[in-house]
């Protein structure tokens, strides 16, 4: 008995112990643990549960929670003010939130609040044209859907932002979307998430006078993001389609984006109307890209890399444009009009297809040094031993072609071609060329088809290893006449025609041979089949134009043209 009494005594001491010891803990705010439900009725509210009072017109969540919501309120708010630092969910099942003097739906202060768009639902918030304020030092809340704190967007429901004053859906922290089909219209930017915009999925609509999507942290290089996972994006943008202050990376989507009017459109110098718009990189994976802007098509203040990927670009400035570097890796881009096609200081086009037509340069490298132009003499070669700017075009693969006004492939430094299709349509006016360069032309491998004007004709230097020929014709060849270059045993080595009026071809291919004559005739008909006015048939029945004998890595003939340039910025 006495035993059993003392382990008795001793089993109460264990607990007593416990006892104190949990009563010792930190108590954590847990907020409203059950989903309490709030119903909308014109002006009036109700609420069954905790965490959530009514004043008027005007709800006020202050415990974190789940809270679902429904009916309509005519004039009012909802403010989510707690500072508990568990999570509040909000639960839109068939509402509609409308302010006249504010935004319907604020998020003044909480540890991050979850947006969740109920399934076969239709959602609506509406703000006020003109915001009152309490004092004229405050201007928060300035979008319909604003959050001081982390707002995360999910479900399959919809959601219909009308923003009549500023922005439609803003968080001034972070702003991730997982899903729902969400349609903006917005006096000014579409949606923003001032540290970071991250979008995963769903079907966003946004129809803005300023950008579409935004990040716009300035303050940390490491802010100011946009990643996007995949959705469907249609977007029309008075500004920037997708605006990131730093880093744009896109993994995946489909994406119909318009800015600034498209690219028929003309803006103010000042003015911004890019369609995907990157302060430091612009990184595109993969997706399906309908891009039609005023400005850039594709922008980054430093660098772009393209991976992947399907994009029909209209431009009315540069259709890809990066400061400092582009990278193409992979990909179809279809450039149907530009002022300049790509253009940066260092471009590398290693694999993909790439067509492009520009009113200027089709791709433009350069480094704003400028430079002077050096005359050849006929049946001299182009580039040789010259100091030109810094730019760098390096052709590693890929397929290419060019239709440009202005220069075909223009750098103000240096070219590398190792490998890939480039064929060049160029001006017809004899002030540009279908190839210019003032730093050199290395070519070790690929193919090379350009035509256009004669004054300023240039081809692969003496550095290179592969074979090339230039000529120019003894008149101008009018678009569409079949181009013909055989061997000296009657074999078709090239058989093109040509999209507008040219004066000069330059070729090179693994197919020439050293010490072996070339002819160059035009007119004939063509058989077989052609991609980009290139037939894989022969021409029968043209017209020597001439013939040229590679005695040198590079030889060039004048055709009574009266002489080449090369050299030129």
């Given at each position: 008995?006495?035993?059993?009494?003392?382990?008795?005594?001793?089993?109460?001491?264990?607990?007593?112990?416990?006892?104190?010891?949990?009563?010792?803990?930190?108590?954590?705010?847990?907020?409203?643990?059950?989903?309490?439900?709030?119903?909308?009725?014109?002006?009036?509210?109700?609420?069954?549960?905790?965490?959530?009072?009514?004043?008027?017109?005007?709800?006020?969540?202050?415990?974190?929670?789940?809270?679902?919501?429904?009916?309509?309120?005519?004039?009012?708010?909802?403010?989510?003010?707690t500072d508990d630092t568990q999570p509040v969910t909000l639960i839109l099942d068939s509402v509609s939130l409308s302010s006249a003097t504010s935004a319907p739906l604020y998020v003044k202060e909480a540890e991050s609040v979850t947006l969740s768009l109920a399934e076969g639902t239709a959602n609506t918030l509406a703000d006020a044209a003109t915001y009152v304020y309490a004092s004229a030092d405050e201007d928060e809340p300035n979008a319909a859907l604003f959050s001081d704190d982390d707002l995360t967007i999910?479900?399959?429901?919809?959601?219909?932002?009308?923003?009549?004053?500023?922005?439609?859906?803003?968080?001034?922290d972070t702003l991730t979307i997982n899903g729902g089909q969400i349609t903006v219209t917005a006096v000014d930017d579409g949606i923003r998430g001032k540290d970071s915009l991250t979008i995963n999925g769903g079907e966003i609509t946004v129809t803005s006078g300023g950008d579409g999507l935004k990040s716009d942290n300035e303050e940390d290089a490491a802010l100011g993001t946009i990643t996007i996972g995949g959705g469907t994006f249609n977007i029309r943008a008075g500004g920037d389609a997708v605006q990131a202050e730093t880093t744009l990376t896109i993994h995946d989507g489909v994406f119909n984006l318009e800015a600034g009017g498209?690219?028929?459109?003309?803006?103010?110098?000042?003015?911004?109307?890019?369609?995907?718009?990157?302060?430091?990189?612009?990184?595109?994976?993969?997706?399906?890209?309908?891009?039609?802007?005023?400005?850039?098509?594709?922008?980054?203040?430093e660098s772009i890399v393209i991976n992947g990927g399907s994009f029909s670009l209209a431009s009315g400035d540069d259709a890809v444009h990066a400061d400092t570097s582009i990278e193409i890796n992979d990909g179809e881009i279809s450039i149907a009009t530009s002022y300049e096609g790509i253009e940066s200081l260092n471009i590398a086009l290693n694999g993909g297809t790439?067509?492009?037509?520009?009113?200027?340069?089709?791709?433009?490298?350069?480094?704003?040094?400028?430079?002077?132009?050096?005359?050849?003499?006929?049946?001299?070669?182009?580039?040789m031993g010259m100091t030109g700017g810094t730019a760098v075009l390096t052709i590693n693969g890929g397929y290419i072609y060019v239709d440009a006004e202005g220069d075909?492939?223009?750098?103000?430094?240096?070219v590398t071609m190792t490998g890939g299709m480039l064929i060049v349509n160029g001006p017809t006016n004899s002030g540009n060329g279908a190839l210019d360069y003032d730093?050199?032309?290395?070519?070790?491998?690929?193919?090379?088809?350009a035509v256009g004007s004669a004054g300023m004709m240039q081809a692969p230097d003496n550095s290179s290893s592969q074979l090339s020929l230039a000529m120019g014709f003894s008149s101008a060849v009018q678009a569409g006449t079949p181009i013909s270059i055989t061997d000296s045993s009657g074999q078709t080595i090239l058989s093109f025609i040509p999209a507008k009026q040219v004066q000069s071809i330059v070729y090179s291919s693994a197919a020439l041979q050293q010490g072996e004559t070339y002819t160059i005739s035009l007119g004939g008909s063509v058989d077989g089949q052609a991609v980009d006015g290139v037939y894989d048939g022969a021409i029968s029945g043209g017209t020597s134009d001439g013939t040229l004998t590679l005695t040198d890595i590079t030889t060039m003939q004048g055709g009574g043209m009266g002489g080449f340039r090369g050299g030129r910025p």
């Open positions: 008995m006495k035993r059993n009494i003392l382990s008795i005594l001793a089993i109460a001491g264990v607990l007593a112990l416990l006892i104190v010891a949990l009563g010792s803990q930190p108590t954590i705010a847990q907020g409203n643990t059950l989903e309490t439900s709030i119903t909308f009725d014109g002006t009036q509210i109700s609420v069954d549960g905790a965490g959530a009072v009514a004043n008027g017109s005007t709800l006020v969540i202050s415990s974190a929670g789940s809270y679902r919501m429904s009916g309509t309120l005519t004039d009012g708010q909802v403010i989510v003010d999910d479900g399959s429901g919809s959601l219909t932002v009308t923003a009549n004053f500023n922005d439609g859906i803003t968080s001034k498209g690219s028929g459109n003309v803006i103010a110098e000042d003015d911004s109307a890019k369609g995907l718009k990157a302060g430091t990189a612009l990184i595109v994976e993969s997706g399906v890209f309908a891009v039609n802007a005023a400005d850039d098509t594709l922008h980054a203040n790439i067509h492009l037509v520009a009113s200027d340069d089709g791709i433009n490298g350069s480094d704003g040094s400028g430079g002077g132009e050096m005359p050849f003499g006929q049946g001299q070669r182009g580039g075909g492939v223009d750098v103000n430094g240096s730093g050199g032309f290395s070519l070790s491998g690929g193919t090379i088809i």
